[in-house]
């Protein structure tokens, strides 16, 4: 007898939760053989663990060391979930572009804002770190995103994202995106002086915001 | 706001307005540490990426800067990485921002056996670093405390080794952690001596200790007590020298198990200082902590306005000194450091 899908979310939680990625890798094999929804068992189980660190994260009871390996144990089971979604299932219409300014090599904080961005449903392209102002527009416009994530921990690149804004009001397409900034130097009065959408002050903070943003968007409205 | 009649004069030398700290006694007004490290370039006017890597240049930049504004602590620095560099991370060099990390040392764990405590007459650049300190102490020492500012162990360690690879091992890989923290240390006991020969002032910045990064239990277990023993080899060795740490970004969750490692000089980012100062002031004097992105970005008198308000909070202002919260950028207006240092002559009176 497979045990009820209740306990098995719970396992799932609380694997990712508790940093515990082999509770989270039995969780996700029981939840097939027992012919479980995987999609459900992403959202419901994995994905509310990460949203639970994520509070613990903003109240200053985990840190960056717990997040990681709460996410890496969530990232195994959605590698083991994932190939069971059903098609009609992966609805995703979000979609964001991430990266580390142009100059700045700094990418630890933008990795943990991808993470729970993912986690919070967002399609998430990640450019990496030292990236080239023109790459966030090309790369936003290829994937017909309607978010952009700029994000950088030095004051000598922080200009880069007045850069990134300027190139999208060149274009004409500065309506068609959402631009969130953050990191170490980045304060709301900067993000406003240089037309940014918002800026967060951590990764929790991030995917409330971008949930606000894409809310806001028509693009997404459209899509 | 900022006109010259409204800032009262100084009648004490840095040097000796320091030493008044030092001694316990009240100096004139609270000193005035402006984190400038890199800008010091801007002041002598070379590129960044010459000062990084000539000694000579390096040197007489802090010493333009500090005729330039009198600020009263020179700090002699290039990277937090500088020390891994020494022992054989690969860093990137610009020719108008400081180096970053290229490539760690560190690929594997298997690694471990190539980390060594470098050799401070050749390896990496700290031969600029020792060039640096000889000159700045020798033109200005005596006008000036001078210091040569170094990565602590925590900190040099997440340099030979990817940091987000690092980060996980603290929960997963105790103990090899602690083996390179090990070396890390002796590295910067190392590091201590080779300054204090120099007749500098070590100071030690762990930004990787910031609460931005860990908590109190991995700060209490990885950071603390390796900045401890340099701590104390500081007291042992110093003469009389403060042990001084700069912690940038968050570090309010930490400031408890911080207490522990012993520093007497605690300067500090992005807090309330007036908080800080109400949990730690028994025990440290405290550095800070005008926000660094608003010296680049705002005005001579918004600098003024956040610096005065810093003053404030201090209370009565003992062991306190006004500073930026973390490096001056680069490109600071001349004129916001100048609103900084005069704030503290306006709002740090302790003779009125």
Redesign the interface.
């Known amino acids: 007898m497979p045990r009820e899908r209740g306990e098995i979310l719970k396992d799932l939680r609380d694997g990712v939760l508790n940093?515990d990625e082999d509770l989270v890798v039995r969780a996700a094999n029981e939840t097939l053989d027992a012919g479980y929804d995987a999609y459900d068992a992403i959202n419901d189980g994995l994905v509310a663990g990460m949203n639970q660190a994520g509070n613990l994260f903003e109240k200053?009871?985990?840190?960056?060391?717990?997040l990681?390996?709460c996410s890496?144990a969530m990232y195994a089971g959605i590698e083991i979930l994932r190939p069971h979604i059903k098609r009609s299932d992966a609805k995703e219409k979000r979609r964001a572009v991430i990266g580390v300014m142009e100059?700045?090599?700094h990418d630890?904080?933008k990795?943990l804002v991808k993470i729970m961005m993912d986690a919070a449903g967002i399609e998430m392209y990640d450019l990496g770190r030292n990236v080239p102002l023109a790459s966030f527009v090309e790369k936003a416009k290829e994937v017909n995103a309607q978010l952009i994530c700029l994000s950088t921990l030095?004051?000598?690149t922080?200009d880069g994202m007045a850069g990134v804004i300027e190139m999208l009001k060149e274009e004409g397409i500065r309506d068609s995106f959402k631009v969130m900034i953050g990191g170490?130097?980045?304060?709301a009065s900067?993000a406003k002086?240089i037309g940014a959408d918002g800026c967060a002050d951590n990764a929790s903070g991030a995917v409330r915001l971008a949930n606000e943003l894409l809310a806001k968007s028509s693009a997404v409205r459209r899509a | 706001m900022n006109t010259v009649a409204s800032i009262p004069a100084d009648n004490q030398s840095s040097l000796e307005r320091v030493m008044s700290y030092l001694k316990g006694e009240t100096p004139q007004r609270v000193a005035c540490f402006p984190l400038i490290l890199n800008h010091a370039a801007r002041i002598l006017g070379v590129p960044i990426g010459e000062y990084n890597r000539d000694g000579k240049k390096m040197g007489k930049s802090h010493v333009a800067a500090f005729r330039r504004y009198g600020n009263d602590l020179i700090l002699i620095f290039s990277t937090t990485s500088t020390l891994a560099e020494a022992m054989g991370t690969k860093m990137a060099f610009f020719d108008e921002d400081a180096p970053q990390i290229s490539e760690p040392l560190l690929k594997q764990h298997s690694d471990l056996s190539k980390v060594k405590v470098p050799d401070f007459s050749k390896d990496g650049r700290l031969p600029v670093y020792m060039e640096a300190t000889e000159i700045a102490v020798k033109e200005v020492g005596s006008e000036v405390c001078v210091s040569t500012v170094f990565a602590g162990p925590f900190t040099t360690a997440a340099a030979l080794f990817p940091l987000d690879l690092m980060s996980r091992d603290l929960i997963k890989n105790k103990n090899w952690v602690h083996e390179l923290l090990e070396i890390c240390t002796q590295a910067g006991i190392k590091f201590i001596d080779e300054i204090l020969q120099r007749k500098s002032l070590p100071i030690i910045v762990e930004p990787i200790g910031s609460a931005s990064l860990v908590g109190p239990i991995h700060f209490k277990e990885f950071v603390g007590p390796y900045l401890k023993r340099l701590a104390d080899h500081v007291h042992e060795n110093g003469g009389g020298m403060p042990a001084v740490l700069h912690i940038c970004g968050k570090t309010t969750p930490n400031w408890k198990v911080m207490l522990e490692s012993d520093f007497d000089i605690w300067s500090l980012d992005n807090v309330d200082l007036g908080q800080a100062k109400a949990v730690a002031g028994h025990r440290v004097a405290l550095v800070g902590n005008v926000t660094p992105s608003n010296l680049l970005k705002n005005t001579p008198d918004e600098v003024d306005e956040e610096a005065r308000t810093i003053c404030e909070k201090m209370g009565d202002k003992k062991g306190f000194i006004l500073g930026s919260g973390c490096e001056v950028p680069i490109n600071t207006p001349p004129e916001n450091v100048d609103a900084l240092i005069n704030a503290a002559r306006k709002y740090g009176r302790f003779d009125v």
């Not at chain 1, 200053?60 to 717990?66: A, D, G, H, S, T």
């Not at chain 1, 170490?184 to 304060?187: N, R, T, V």
């Open positions: 940093l200053e009871e985990y840190f960056v060391p717990e990681l390996i890496d100059g700045d090599t630890i904080g990795n030095m004051t000598t922080m170490g130097p980045i304060s900067f002086k």
